[in-house]
């Protein structure tokens, strides 16, 4: 079954505590980004890749951190997390004629 | 400021209604995209429209992209409590970033 799969799905931390949500897709997709969404604001484009080793910012990356060493795995660092990074994350990955998949999110609090 | 404006932001209707969720930009887009997300879950895709001027229709779901592919409508005709869920629109430009709404919360109640 072609999915994205996202660990963990909800996660409390506390300020300054590292973190990193995995990301996975078996689609062979090259494209894959990682958003945030809030409530009225939408779903907003932390980081992208474009494939193995490239990554680019996206409208709101202060803060986060991403790598793409293999082109199932996506993963989204915090490396000091802040509560205003409490949100909810989601994980996408992209078909050659823009269809994005998303994975089921991450509810993340930071206290 | 969100590059798509959706309205009306929450839409709360009797089953059997008919219903039409609003996406406009001052942009133009390359193509347009719907999504419906329930509670829990990543939104998915419903359809992309790509000319100006298009309309899809999928069930009882219509989709129509403006002339000028700035803007594009949802109809929904004869609502089900099945259609509950967050609708979103995501413009997609032509080094295919998408940019989305901020939603349209659709209840549809028995």
């Known amino acids: 079954e072609a999915q994205v799969t996202q660990n963990p799905r909800y996660l409390i931390t506390v300020t300054g505590k590292k973190l990193t949500v995995t990301c996975s897709q078996n689609?062979?997709?090259?494209?894959m980004s990682w958003y945030r969404q809030d409530p009225g604001l939408g779903l907003r484009q932390i980081y992208y890749?474009?494939?193995?080793?490239?990554?680019d910012k996206g409208d709101v990356p202060e803060g986060y951190k991403v790598s793409r060493k293999e082109k199932r795995n996506f993963p989204l660092i915090l490396e000091s997390p802040s509560p205003n990074q409490t949100s909810l994350y989601f994980c996408?990955?992209?078909?050659?004629?823009?269809?994005?998949?998303f994975g089921p999110g991450t509810r993340l609090t930071v206290l | 400021t969100q590059l798509l404006e959706q309205s009306p932001q929450f839409l709360s209707i009797q089953e059997g209604e008919n219903l039409t969720v609003y996406c406009n930009s001052s942009s133009v887009f390359s193509s347009l995209q719907w999504y419906r997300q329930e509670p829990g879950e990543g939104p998915v895709l419903l359809v992309t429209?790509?000319?100006?001027?298009e309309v899809k229709k999928l069930k009882r779901l219509t989709f129509q992209f403006g002339d000028a592919r700035k803007d594009s409508s949802l109809h929904i005709t004869a609502a089900q409590p099945g259609d509950t869920g967050l609708y979103l629109c995501a413009g997609v430009s032509n080094d295919y970033k998408l940019s989305f709404g901020a939603g349209t919360t659709v209840t549809v109640r028995a």
């Open positions: 689609m062979n997709h090259e494209y």
């Open positions: 996408a990955s992209t078909s050659g004629i823009s269809e994005q998949f």
């Open positions: 429209v790509v000319t100006g001027g």
């Open positions: 890749s474009m494939n193995v080793e490239v990554t």
